[in-house]
């Protein structure tokens, strides 16, 4: 009776210890699992993000490329807006959509300026959309953002020039405020915004000699800015770069960036360059 007894206290025993030992081994079998995870996925993002940077850093002239159709190093045209770029990083290979675009969208804060470029353009229309209505900050709380557009056209014989124009939103605006020199010329005017957007301006190109660049300035609060040529086609406006990274074990991880095809200048640019008295900093 007493062995039969003792047997049963070895099995307890035995059941107790392994129970254990299955809990410890399963835990240590999730950590390893998590820390492979984690690892793998660092491994994927810096591929990705490697590749991004390997891309923009030569983005000019693969920009040129999508716009030849032609072929360069690492990088194949797959559409007449897009190639594909295989980068190596770190013994994993990103591969990374390039697209162009000749509308501009991006949301400018009240420091920053919107830039679109009019090269070679001499007629037409272009038409300017802010205040996201799926941006409830741009719409609801503060009311649409205030915009000054500016316009520099001419050539380096005759001279530059630059043209403003101020369109007022409901974001709030104290008497005291002054409209911008140059709120009312001929030029642009109000339109109709398509069903995404809460305001919207056009300006006239053929108003102007040689028109070279638009550039929009939020007031008061930040907005979503969208700007396409209304019956004509605009130059190459912006990147989207989307780079993605697959381990062995197949972890994935994406990166996505947008990139203006002409770089940014200062809002102080437009007040700085043609002003006709001296600048005091």
């Known amino acids: 009776m007493k062995q039969g007894q003792i047997l049963i206290l070895v099995l307890l025993a035995v059941v107790v210890v392994l129970a254990i030992g299955l809990s410890v081994a399963s835990r240590n079998i999730t950590n390893l699992r998590t820390s492979t995870q984690t690892e793998q996925s660092q491994r994927a993002f810096t591929a990705a993000e490697g590749g991004v940077e390997d891309v923009l850093s030569n983005l000019t002239e693969i920009g040129e490329d999508i716009v030849a159709g032609t072929n360069f190093s690492g990088c194949q045209p797959i559409s007449f807006d897009t190639a594909e770029c295989n980068v190596t990083v770190g013994g994993l290979e990103a591969k990374v959509e390039v697209k162009s675009s000749g509308v501009y969208e991006q949301t400018v804060t009240t420091d920053k300026v919107a830039q679109i470029d009019l090269d070679g353009l001499s007629s037409g229309e272009v038409k300017v959309e802010w205040a996201s209505k799926d941006e409830d900050s741009e719409v609801d709380a503060n009311g649409p953002a205030s915009v000054e557009i500016s316009i520099v056209y001419g050539d380096n014989v005759s001279g530059y020039n630059v043209q403003r124009w101020f369109f007022q939103g409901s974001s709030a605006r104290t008497s005291n405020e002054t409209v911008p020199v140059g709120s009312n010329p001929a030029g642009a005017d109000t339109c109709v915004a398509s069903t995404e957007f809460e305001l919207c301006a056009k300006v006239d190109l053929s108003s102007f000699t040689s028109p070279r660049i638009l ?61 006709e008295t001296d600048i005091i900093k």
């Open 215 to 275: 550039r929009i300035r939020p007031f008061w609060v930040q907005t979503t800015v969208r700007v396409a040529g209304d019956g004509i086609t605009l130059p190459l406006q912006k990147y989207d770069v989307s780079s993605t990274a697959k381990t062995e074990i197949g972890v994935t991880r994406k990166v996505q960036v947008s990139r203006s095809a002409l770089p940014q200048v200062p809002a102080v640019f437009d007040y700085a360059i043609y002003s």
